[in-house]
């Protein structure tokens, strides 16, 4: 979880728009929100007792980014249902998948409209 949160800032950090990020509890859950700039989407980190061997990545449901993800990276990344990608604590992380995937989300307010969720100054998924 450490390593995600560390890849989470770096996202806000390097994607252009983001600004600073605020960390938070939302559910008991670390959650990363754009207030200054309100440029995206909360990323939460979690992980439970049930699948202790793996933590995941939650996104909104309501939004169309888990959908995207998918379409993006359906051999890379593993997803739950709408809302979260899930990474296996035995597994490599995908390190550039998943910065696509926080980026987007963290820009998911500004790109909405665009007609393109994929977030700019970010290398193309494609």
Same mark, same amino acid.
């Given at each position: 979880?450490?390593?995600?949160?560390?890849?989470?800032?770096?996202?806000?950090?390097?994607?252009?728009?983001?600004?600073?990020?605020?960390?938070?509890?939302?559910w008991g859950?670390?959650?990363?929100?754009?207030?200054?700039?309100?440029?995206?989407?909360?990323?939460?980190?979690?992980?439970?007792?049930?699948?202790? /061997?793996?933590?995941?990545?939650?996104?909104?449901c309501q939004?169309?980014?888990?959908?995207?993800?998918?379409?993006?990276?359906?051999n890379e990344?593993?997803?739950?249902?709408?809302?979260? &990608? &899930? &990474?296996?604590? /035995?597994?490599?992380? *995908? &390190?550039?998948?998943?910065?696509?995937?926080? *980026?987007?989300?963290?820009?998911?307010?500004?790109?909405?409209?665009?007609?393109?969720?994929?977030?700019?100054?970010?290398?193309?998924? /494609?």
């Open positions: 979880m450490f390593a995600l949160r560390s890849l989470i800032f770096e996202c806000a950090a390097t994607t252009p728009g983001v600004g600073e990020l605020e960390e938070t509890l939302k859950q670390p959650s990363y929100l754009t207030p200054y700039t309100g440029s995206g989407s909360t990323v939460r980190l979690g992980w439970s007792a049930k699948a202790p /061997d793996q933590v995941a990545l939650y996104f909104h939004t169309p980014l888990v959908e995207t993800f998918r379409v993006w990276f359906p990344l593993e997803f739950e249902g709408k809302r979260s &990608i &899930i &990474i296996r604590n /035995d597994a490599a992380l *995908a &390190i550039e998948e998943l910065r696509v995937c926080i *980026a987007a989300a963290l820009t998911y307010h500004v790109n909405k409209h665009t007609g393109s969720l994929h977030p700019k100054g970010i290398a193309s998924p /494609d």
